[in-house]
């Protein structure tokens, strides 16, 4: 009696390990549609971005979380440094190319700080191809730090050439770790993009959910559903390097904003909020390094992937 005691109890326990193995190793939400949007969803880099970078991914960490309920998903690599018209034809090309591999009608596309402006030229010019447009601290209506480095820099003038040419450079190395060589780069002509009358130019084309002052704009403009959010604290974690910097450049601003783009420059559609992040902490980076009591990032764009699926986007 005592042995079959002892086995039952060794059976009961070893299916309690397996069962606790099995969800353990598994993804608590595995397989569970949470983000399986109807279509695809394509990340958009910013300025000096790029899709994945020697290993690391620009959205770090979103991809696969995204993938892993369910969402398909694609990172476009356009230009690190370029105007946003330029950037937006080479999106739109990938879209097209998105459309003939997946079969699907339409994209959500979701841009981050220049990649805001980016995925609005292709909601603009093909908003047939495009389900939802979300721009995540998107330059919308330029930036105060555009502005002063513009000015620090007149076009025509030497300054402008060097900083030119040491911007190519930084671009050029970017480029080698992450295979986008052939991209044609002009580091002016992206500062001239996401200067306050270089967006100004841009909105009098592309005026779709452009909010007049600081609240949500337009939910919906040709078929196309917009959104944003934003961040509004440009020092959230002293382990992150990126944080001095963008705690220097912030006090330009004399508004909300995340260390690069005022809130207000930010707002696209429908606003889902401020959050307790900075410019890089929106694509969680430096490698996750962030505000330990704010919510993390890549639940937002998990959230929102479940917000489109829920919308049938």
Not at 12 to 37: E, H, V
Not at 102 to 119: D, E, F, Q, R, W
Not at 227 to 250: E, K, R
């Amino acid at each position: 009696m005592a042995l079959s005691h002892s086995l039952r109890f060794l059976r009961r326990w070893l299916l309690l390990a397996l069962t606790s193995f099995a969800m353990t190793a598994l993804p608590a939400q595995a397989q569970s549609g949470y983000t399986q949007t109807r279509y695809p969803v394509v990340l958009v880099h910013g300025l000096f971005g790029f899709d994945s970078f020697l290993g690391l991914d620009y959205f770090y960490g979103i991809p696969s979380a995204l993938r892993q309920d369910g969402a398909r998903v694609f990172v476009a690599q356009v230009s690190a440094a370029n105007s946003t018209e330029v950037r937006g034809e080479q999106l739109l090309a990938q879209v097209k190319t998105i459309l003939a591999l997946t079969g699907a009608s339409k994209v959500n596309l979701v841009g981050h700080s220049h990649g805001g402006p980016t995925i609005r030229y292709v909601a603009g010019v093909a908003p047939h191809l495009v389900a939802s447009a979300t721009s995540i601290g998107g330059v919308n209506k330029g930036s105060r730090v555009a502005d002063i480095l513009r000015g620090t820099v007149p076009a025509g003038t030497l300054s402008e050439t060097l900083v030119n040419n040491a911007a190519k450079a930084f671009v050029a190395l970017i480029n080698l770790g992450s295979g986008g060589t052939s991209l044609p780069q002009t580091p002016t002509a992206a500062l001239n993009s996401l200067t306050t009358t270089g967006s100004a130019a841009f909105n009098q084309r592309f005026p779709q959910a452009v909010p007049a002052g600081c609240g949500s704009g337009a939910a919906m403009v040709n078929g196309v559903r917009y959104y944003s959010w934003t961040g509004t604290q440009p020092v959230t974690n002293l382990l992150d390097v990126s944080d001095g910097p963008l705690g220097i450049m912030s006090l330009v601003f004399g508004e909300a904003n995340d260390g690069l783009v005022s809130a207000c420059s930010s707002r696209l559609g429908t606003h889902l909020g401020d959050y307790r992040q900075n410019h890089l902490d929106e694509v969680n980076q430096v490698v996750g390094l962030r505000d330990w009591f704010s919510v993390d990032p890549v639940t937002l764009y998990r959230q929102h992937a479940n917000r489109l699926k829920q919308a049938g986007l």
